[in-house]
């Protein structure tokens, strides 16, 4: 009987540890030569969670860059070479993402796009900066800056630009002070918190209650009855989508109807769908692409995304679009270079893209804006 | 107080849930001896089920429930057929088929419905009842109502019917069942099928609470298996109680340790389960090891 418990026991961790074996086999090897070839076409990877709760993410990431790569390679691609998109699915998960970094080194991908998920980034970063695969990625923690590599770009603003003009707006403009937190103590939600944090400091604001949740907590009760009893003027969430939709209606259902305020997954469909569309009403985000009406290049985007794939466009899919373009005009630049070179040519490409104008420094963020907006009638719209 | 009071509210309503996920284990554990790994990812497949028919096709949302319940019972069934022939010949094959169950069943969801999920509006639309500053869902009461209606209902099935007493008999002792003419296969088929219209129970009940996608079965598996094992694995009133510990248990350490909640959590069960190894209900009705 105890033998075959023991017995047991040993096949469920096998059975456990199985996938993950293969999945570190498969990893390192293959060969290093694809890279540097000049004919055939050029291969691009795509990193992101394509499956999981934060696959909404990936979902529109890739979108995004495959409505790029089509455009250019509908028109001639690169040097009359066409680029090749190769999907890779992390997710969201950091383990996952550091078995794929060696494997796209080794499959002589020599550029990538994502992820989305700030931790899954900097875990892949340091081989990616051994492997001088550059890295354009949708994550916008500070972390990723702390990282330093010289391969890492950001396609967006990190969460400080995001959490200053939400604290510039809050506090300055609208004179609120009673301000609560509550924040995941996933990478993106830590981010949130220090960033938000700071700029409040800054302004010598001290929210009057700090609430952190676990990234995959779905009882919100303890958090929230607190906040409530602390009459907040409005609530600041540092949450995904799913997470910070569940927040709100939680919230909602126990008797909360003060605003909230966040940064990007507040300003998404699947945020507004899990919270309820009434109770985002009011929500204030700060975005650097509110809407698919902007400019013209965002209403053009927002057509051609439409006409793809059949839905409407948002944010996640327009900076994956941006990061892209940039990513294919350096490469256009420097005629396919690869390593350091394309590095360099990423880094002084200036773009004129949907989230506004890019201009690479040394850190690898481009752009430090964002705008302020807010759910009115479901839809975000710039706060006056 | 009133945080406590509404902390514990909070933690019942995920209790209820986790409550009938411990059901759908422990059901199949005390008939057959075998930890159902793919449970999980059947809780999941009810909650797209329920999900899909309340939403796509716009059915009430009690019809919605049967359907999804139905038709992930079927499901029950058939894992059971596959795995029949390895019944009583090598149980660690049927473990691992059933860890494989999972990842199939996990693969048709992202097939079918998509890998992005969706979100599944509150069915009771009205708003949440005060009691003195206390918020209470009115769907947390269905949920809630539901949960012990779904229990009352198993245990009279196991206790009060010749088909219930029959998979009692099994799980005492298979063999001497047979020998009293109980068709083992027919009494495990029932319990797979039971075990996963628990789990569609679960699953639909809870998409309203929480957003429906392909992993989410992940989380309520092993809350629904640490309630199981706190319960007393195999007992049916000890998976009830382990369910509503856990939910409670998991409210408040998010109050109290927040970040640290989860690690909290599993913590106190360690501790639970070193003093009392066999759960809180200790009977083991089964060892078929």
Redesign the interface.
């Known amino acids: 009987?105890f033998s075959?418990?023991r017995?047991?026991a040993a096949?469920?961790l096998l059975?456990l540890a199985l996938p993950v074996a293969l999945a570190a086999c498969s990893a390192p090897g293959g060969d290093q030569g694809d890279a540097q070839k000049s004919d055939g076409p050029i291969k691009i990877a795509l990193v992101d969670a394509?499956?999981?709760?934060l696959?909404?993410l990936?979902?529109w990431e890739l979108k995004g860059a495959r409505l790029a790569i089509d455009e250019w390679n509908a028109a001639g691609g690169i040097n009359g070479r066409q680029i090749e998109l190769g999907v890779f699915d992390d997710q969201g998960d950091p383990t996952v993402g550091t078995n794929l970094a060696r494997k796209i080194a080794s499959e002589g991908y020599i550029a990538m796009i994502g992820t989305a998920e700030s931790a899954v980034t900097i875990a892949m970063a340091p081989i990616l900066r051994d492997s001088k695969i550059p890295n354009i990625t949708s994550g916008q923690s500070p972390g990723l800056v702390a990282v330093k590599s010289p391969f890492l770009f950001l396609n967006g603003p990190t969460s400080v630009t995001y959490d200053e003009t939400l604290a510039k707006y809050i506090v300055d403009t609208k004179g609120l002070k009673k301000i609560a937190m509550i924040t995941?103590?996933g990478g993106y939600g830590k981010g949130e918190h220090d960033a938000f944090t700071k700029s409040l400091a800054a302004r010598g604001v001290t929210p009057i209650e700090d609430?952190?949740?676990?990234a995959?907590?779905?009882?919100?009760?303890?958090?929230l009855?607190?906040i409530r009893?602390k009459n907040p003027e409005v609530i600041f969430i540092g949450a995904e989508e799913?997470q910070s939709?569940?927040i709100v209606k939680?919230a909602r259902?126990?008797?909360i109807t003060v605003p909230f305020a966040g940064a990007a997954p507040q300003g998404t469909p699947?945020f507004a769908?899990?919270a309820?569309t009434a109770n985002v009403e009011g929500t204030i985000v700060s975005s650097p692409y509110l809407s698919n009406e902007v400019s013209e290049a965002s209403k053009k985007f927002a057509a051609a995304y439409k006409a793809k794939f059949n839905e409407d466009a948002e944010m996640h899919g327009a900076k994956a679009y941006d990061g892209t373009q940039i990513l294919l005009n350096a490469l256009k630049t420097s005629n396919v270079a690869t390593g350091q070179a394309l590095a360099d040519a990423i880094r002084a490409t200036k773009y004129a893209g949907l989230l506004g104008d890019f201009a690479f420094d040394d850190t690898g963020v481009g752009i430090f804006a964002t705008r302020i907006g807010t759910i009115q009638g479901g839809k975000l719209v710039a706060a006056g | 107080m009133?945080?406590f009071l509404?902390?514990f509210?909070?933690?019942m309503?995920?209790g209820a849930i986790y409550a009938l996920v411990a059901l759908g284990f422990s059901l199949v554990f005390r008939t057959m001896g075998l930890v159902n790994f793919s449970h999980g990812n059947v809780v999941m497949i009810g909650a797209y089920l329920a999900s899909t028919f309340y939403l796509s096709t716009k059915l009430p949302f009690a019809l919605a429930m049967v359907l999804a319940v139905g038709g992930t019972g079927l499901i029950g069934v058939i894992i059971e057929r596959v795995l029949r022939p390895l019944e009583n010949k090598d149980?660690?094959l049927m473990?691992?088929g059933t860890?494989g169950f999972g990842i199939v069943l996990e693969a048709l969801a992202?097939i079918i419905w998509?890998?992005?999920?969706?979100?599944v509006?509150?069915p009771v639309a009205s708003a949440?009842l005060?009691l003195f500053g206390l918020?209470i869902?009115t769907y947390d009461l269905v949920v809630l109502a539901i949960a012990a209606t779904a229990a009352v209902l198993l245990v009279f099935f196991l206790q009060s019917t010749k088909r219930g007493a029959a998979m009692q008999a099994v799980a005492m002792d298979h063999e001497a069942a047979t020998a009293v003419g109980i068709h083992v296969g027919r009494s495990n088929a029932l319990a797979f099928m039971l075990g996963a219209g628990l789990a569609a129970l679960a699953g639909g009940l809870v998409g309203p609470?929480?957003?429906v996608?392909?992993?989410?079965g992940g989380?309520l598996g092993i809350k629904g298996f640490a309630a199981a094992i706190l319960g007393g694995f195999g007992s049916i009133p000890g998976a009830i109680v382990g369910g509503f510990a856990i939910?409670v248990l998991?409210?408040?350490t998010?109050?109290?340790f927040?970040?640290y909640?989860?690690l909290v959590t599993f913590l106190v069960f360690t501790v639970v389960i070193m003093i009392r190894p066999t759960g809180i209900f200790g009977e083991r009705t089964v060892?078929r090891?």
């Not at chain 1, 995959?216 to 958090?223: C, L, N, P, V, W």
């Not at chain 2, 996608?213 to 989410?216: E, I, V």
């Open positions: 009987m075959s418990l017995r047991r096949v469920m059975g394509q499956s999981g709760q696959s909404s990936g979902a995941n103590n609430q952190v949740v676990t995959d907590q779905k009882d919100f009760s303890a958090a009855t607190t009893q799913v939709g569940l939680q259902d126990l008797g699947v769908d899990t309820g | 009133q945080v509404q902390t509210i909070g933690g309503s995920l149980f660690d473990l691992i860890i992202i998509g890998a992005t999920g969706n979100a509006p509150n949440p005060q918020r869902r609470l929480l957003y996608n392909p992993t989410m989380a939910g998991d409210a408040f998010a109050g109290h927040q970040g909640s989860e060892n090891a």
